[in-house]
């Protein structure tokens, strides 16, 4: 889907958030390492800075995450074959149907499929969009779009050299409550002792990136007023738009 920013490279922009809204950030060399994430050294200690993103509850029994990735594999595969096939530099959008999610197993023929019918419709820079949708499909007589799919948009743009596949997804920006923070905060409890192997004292950060649905995620004020569990010295909250900086009130 383009050049997609890696997991490493995300969290360096959730550090440089930190740093950006943080005034006492450690002032030293900020070093890549896993587990944690990364370690600053601040006059004679050495700081453990371990990343998580942050997803809200889905009222179906698999995450939310989990349906967004799939599509994304769909769609980067697809743009991976379309190219190994020889098509063109192209801007496609893809739609899924959010009622009928995308299984795993189904991924690799999903993706076949999409490569083919972009192969296949793809305009000429005269025309220079096309639209695919099942009802096309039937009235011309063609093998249908399977039903994982809504629609699938093309544009051949002229002057292009690098093509964008990509998913477009909407969504409401989600309050979350002190249940869904305590949550996030749990699940990198067992992080914590590794990192002290490294550091002298660890904190963690929880970053809602908003880059999907899944994460769209504005924490209110009031959480700095509750107290959380957590074994790491320091807690924060970045949400998915606003520039606002929470410190969580921790205890052991």
Not at 159 to 165: A, D, I, K, L
């Amino acid at each position: 889907m383009g050049q997609q920013p890696g997991r490493k490279e995300n969290e360096l922009t959730s550090l440089m958030r930190l740093k950006r809204h943080m005034p006492d950030f450690p002032s030293g060399e900020v070093l890549a390492s896993e587990t944690p994430d990364f370690l600053v050294t601040a006059d004679q200690r050495r700081i453990g800075i371990e990343v998580t993103r942050f997803y809200l509850k889905s009222d179906s029994k698999a995450p939310i995450q989990l349906f967004e990735s799939l599509q994304d594999q769909v769609v980067e595969t697809a743009e991976s074959l379309h190219r190994e096939a020889g098509g063109g530099p192209l801007h496609v959008a893809v739609s899924f149907d959010d009622n009928r999610p995308v299984k795993k197993p189904r991924v690799p023929l999903l993706a076949q499929e999409l490569a083919s019918v972009v192969l296949s419709n793809a305009p000429d820079q005269h025309a220079m969009h096309a639209v695919i949708r099942h009802r096309l499909f039937r009235e011309r007589h063609l093998a249908p779009l399977s039903l994982e799919f809504h629609n699938v948009h093309i544009w051949n743009f002229p002057n292009v050299t690098h093509g964008v596949w990509h998913v477009p997804r909407a969504g409401f920006v989600v309050e979350p409550g002190a249940q869904e923070i305590q949550e996030a905060l749990d699940r990198k409890r067992d992080c914590y002792a590794p990192c002290l192997t490294k550091c002298d004292e660890a904190w963690l950060l929880v970053v809602a990136e908003g880059t999907a649905p899944s994460s769209f995620a504005e924490f209110i004020p009031s959480v700095q007023d509750r107290l959380f569990k957590s074994p790491f010295q320091r807690c924060f909250l970045l949400g998915s738009f606003g520039p606002r900086l929470h410190e969580l009130r921790i205890e052991a």
